[in-house]
């Protein structure tokens, strides 16, 4: 069973949609939680983090942790066109100088 | 915004020659790290670095790495003598508690 499991699309909505995209792992110790967007051939850049469960809010995008189904979210309201990117997620045991382990990304792309 | 910046944007090599790849982390962080990412692979982990020594590295992070924090404001990536497949993306990142930042890469092409 790999660490972390997430579903590598393609994922294709309409402009304004709400889209889901989901991580589920294996490791329990995990405890810190990240989503990146990464546009082909650019370094993944950083969305959203969380530590432990619960959701967190920024502008169009929620992020929520259920550490008991070892199961994470990203909602992206409203979605636009220049949302299309891939999405990975990405997390960690412990906090400074922890490595990331890593999704291997969704590719969402949404149409006008 | 402050942020990663890494050199160069493209290194193309011969096997068996040696490279050095550069990032310059975000001023006031702590932790930096090195990651690769073959093409069409998920982003893999190679080696964290904190108070001029290595953390954590992984078993991708063999002899033939090594990293450096020549100054206050570089961070290295040495492959000693390169392999074909040494070919991906290398990205720096760096943080000041567990949020991560990378930088955009240093495609390395091993021909």
């Known amino acids: 069973q790999k660490e972390v499991e997430q579903d590598p699309g393609p994922l294709s909505v309409p402009e304004g949609a709400i889209v889901s995209l989901n991580c589920t792992y294996s490791n329990s110790a995990f405890q810190y939680f990240m989503w990146y967007r990464q546009y082909s051939r650019k370094g993944p850049e950083l969305l959203m983090y969380t530590y432990s469960s619960g959701n967190k809010e920024d502008g169009r995008f929620t992020a929520q942790v259920d550490k008991s189904s070892k199961y994470i979210s990203l909602f992206i309201r409203d979605s636009q066109p220049s949302d299309s990117a891939t999405y990975l997620c990405a997390m960690s045991a412990a906090g400074g100088g922890n490595k990331l382990t890593f999704g291997t990304g969704t590719q969402l792309k949404v149409e006008l | 915004e402050p942020e990663v910046t890494q050199t160069p944007s493209h290194q193309v090599t011969q096997m068996g020659q040696e490279v050095i790849l550069r990032c310059v982390p975000i001023s006031n962080h702590l932790y930096f790290y090195w990651y690769r990412q073959i093409l069409g692979q998920k982003v893999e982990f190679l080696v964290s670095?904190?108070?001029?020594?290595?953390?954590?590295k992984s078993e991708i992070f063999d002899d033939q790495f090594s990293v450096e924090r020549p100054d206050g404001s570089n961070f290295t990536l040495k492959i000693r003598s390169t392999k074909l497949e040494d070919s991906a993306m290398y990205f720096c990142?760096?943080?000041?508690?567990?949020?991560?930042?990378f930088g955009p890469g240093t495609r390395l092409t091993v021909t």
């Open positions: 670095f904190y108070n001029n020594e290595i953390s954590e």
């Open positions: 990142a760096s943080s000041r508690a567990y949020e991560q930042y």
